[in-house]
């Protein structure tokens, strides 16, 4: 549901809000000093983190009457040009290749007054959630709240990517990012960019909901912080078989839905991940290898998972960008 922003004045203008120096884009890269921040970020976020916008100080509302009176003329001036030059090339020119004249001219026509629209978003990440505020129309209008998300009313999140090629060649990456508190999915981030190492223009959507998952996270880490004093283990559910995986210093665990569940010794342990999925292989005494494997996808906080592999395992990989790395007890990667 969208939430509106209210001002104490109808037409006054937004206020002015600029973010501190540490502050970033969600990309990273420093914040241009004419992106325009139509609204202050919710209070609820607390610390922002992270930021982007579409508008910039010189951009301009056009009002409707201005745009549909371009568009118009724009649109004659066009109509009649093409006539023109259909009527040198093409002498005897007949009813059906005007009436494709009219209809590239309209079909322009409204392709122009659409990108004249004014449409703007800008988006936050704090340490406490993320939120993305869109204004339509005009600078006076006012902006509406459409997502909005509090790490403290949720339990997890699952993500992936799926990296798209044809004929052998990179064609498009998509992604998700979803977060969740029991079977109630509370935001959701979806899209698609053209870079294959994750790397695409500092507007894209994409940083968004990477510096979204980056900051939830660090938030993370600070809620499970009791559980590690205290248990000196971290949990993570997965929505699979086995559907819990414990991680803890020297040792990780895995619990299946028959109740059974097994306890790995590092020194024991295999890992690797491929394919966007990790591989665990362990042996027993002389027994044969035990072989499972889990989807990034199917578990929840898989950053974090990731996080914890290194910190209570030693395991770790220079990036998961990587679509083939291993690593077990007889080698370790090399920075």
């Not at 809000?17 to 970020?41: I, L, N, Q, Y």
């Not at 704090?126 to 998300?149: M, W």
Request: charged fraction near 25%; glycine fraction near 6%; proline fraction near 3%.
């Amino acid at each position: 549901m969208s939430l509106e922003i209210s001002f104490a004045k109808e037409k006054m203008s937004y206020p002015k809000w600029k973010p501190s120096k540490h502050t970033t884009r969600h990309s990273g890269a420093a914040v241009p000093e004419d992106m325009d921040f139509f609204v202050s970020p919710n209070p609820l976020l607390g610390n922002i983190l992270t930021v982007e916008s579409t508008l910039r100080e010189s951009d301009k509302s056009i009002g409707i009457n201005g745009r549909l009176k371009s568009i118009l003329l724009g649109t004659l001036l066009l109509g009649i040009l093409t006539l023109v030059i259909v009527e040198l090339l093409v002498p005897s020119i007949n009813t059906a290749q005007v009436v494709v004249i009219g209809i590239t001219a309209l079909a322009i026509g409204w392709a122009v007054y659409s990108q004249t629209k004014f449409e703007h978003k800008c988006s936050f990440v704090g340490e406490q959630g993320i939120s993305e505020v869109e204004i339509n129309g005009s600078r006076s209008n006012k902006p509406i709240e459409t997502k909005l998300l509090l790490f403290s009313d949720v339990a997890g999140l699952r993500s992936d990517k799926d990296r798209h090629y044809m004929y052998g060649a990179y064609k498009s990456t998509s992604y998700y990012f979803e977060w969740f508190s029991e079977n109630k999915c509370h935001l959701s981030l979806r899209g698609e960019h053209r870079s294959k190492f994750d790397e695409p223009d500092d507007d894209d959507i994409w940083h968004f909901a990477n510096s979204a998952e980056a900051a939830w996270t660090r938030t993370l880490w600070k809620f499970r912080h009791q559980q590690i004093a205290s248990d000196g283990y971290i949990d993570f559910a997965v929505n699979s078989n086995p559907n819990t995986i414990r991680i803890s210093s020297g040792f990780i665990e895995l619990f299946f839905k028959d109740s059974s569940n097994y306890r790995i010794n590092r020194r024991n342990l295999d890992v690797s991940f491929r394919n966007r999925t990790f591989h665990f292989a362990f042996r027993e005494s002389n027994q044969k290898a035990r072989k499972f494997r889990v989807s990034y996808s199917k578990i929840s906080n898989a950053k974090m998972f990731l996080e914890a592999l290194e910190r209570f395992l030693g395991i770790s990989w220079p990036t998961v960008k990587t679509e083939n790395i291993r690593t077990n007890l007889f080698s370790r990667p090399q920075f």
